[in-house]
T-cell receptor, first 114, second 113 residues
Framework: AQKITQTQPGMFVQEKEAVTLDCTYD???????LFWYKQPSSGEMIFLIY??????QNATEGRYSLNFQKARKSANLVISASQLGDSAMYFC???????????FGSGTRLLVRP | DAGVIQSPRHEVTEMGQEVTLRCKPI?????LFWYRQTMMRGLELLIY????????DSGMPEDRFSAKMPNASFSTLKIQPSEPRDSAVYFC???????????FGSGTRLTVV
């Protein structure tokens, strides 16, 4: 069964610095995808970045990059040059090709300090 | 593209009442998912549909919960009878085969008193 683990309940980062949010996963399906979503205090779920299990390169989207280490089953999110608006909950999620359902980790609350 | 539309945005109901949450997925999306978010349990997948057919309802907490998708553009999640522990934010999301973007609706905040 697929499983997603986020071990950091909360993190602080200074504005303009980079921060890494950890995510580890477990699956027996060779074809899967990893997602990161942002949930600000307003409550909506905002898609940030996607990494497929067969992708050779780490995914990047603007200030977001995904540090994908397949052998270690980790998919950490790196946010560069943090902004005050980055303060939010961040969820790692995994999809398996065999089931197509998206399962979420417990989330990390990020607070950006001015 | 109007996105995934959920209604109502907020619902307050008394224990024992029937509650119906509604979702309109993005046109052309063939997968629809219902999630529940609480502080204690995080984001839980309740049920998902493919081409209007329920594929996996193992996350539905108990028989008081039911979900339907009568056509490609509409789904409901019903709780009958509702209980205070059902208070949560319920999200609907949709996706299209081959496209790995899952789009979420704005959620319905349910409060059962």
């Amino acid at each position: 069964a697929q499983k997603i683990t986020q071990t950091q309940p909360g993190m602080f980062v200074q504005e303009k610095e980079a921060v890494t949010l950890d995510c580890t996963y477990d699956t027996s399906d060779p074809s899967y995808g990893l997602f990161w979503y942002k949930q600000p205090s307003s409550g909506e779920m905002i898609f940030l970045i996607y990494q497929g299990s067969y992708d050779q390169q780490n995914a990047t989207e603007g200030r977001y990059s995904l540090n994908f280490q397949k052998a270690r089953k980790s998919a950490n999110l790196v946010i560069s040059a943090s902004q005050l608006g980055d303060s939010a909950m961040y969820f790692c999620a995994m999809w398996e090709d065999s089931s197509y359902k998206l399962i979420f980790g417990s989330g990390t609350r990020l607070l950006v300090r001015p | 593209d109007a996105g995934v539309i959920q209604s109502p945005r907020h619902e307050v109901t008394e224990m024992g009442q029937e509650v119906t949450l509604r979702c309109k997925p993005i046109s052309g999306h063939d997968y629809l998912f219902w999630y529940r978010q609480t502080m204690m349990r995080g984001l839980e997948l309740l049920i998902y549909f493919n081409n209007n057919v329920p594929i996996d309802d193992s996350g539905m907490p108990e028989d008081r919960f039911s979900a339907k998708m009568p056509n490609a553009s509409f789904s409901t999640l019903k709780i009958q009878p509702s209980e205070p522990r059902d208070s949560a934010v319920y999200f609907c999301a949709s996706s299209r085969t081959g496209n790995y973007g899952y789009t979420f609706g704005s959620g319905t905040r349910l409060t059962v008193v």
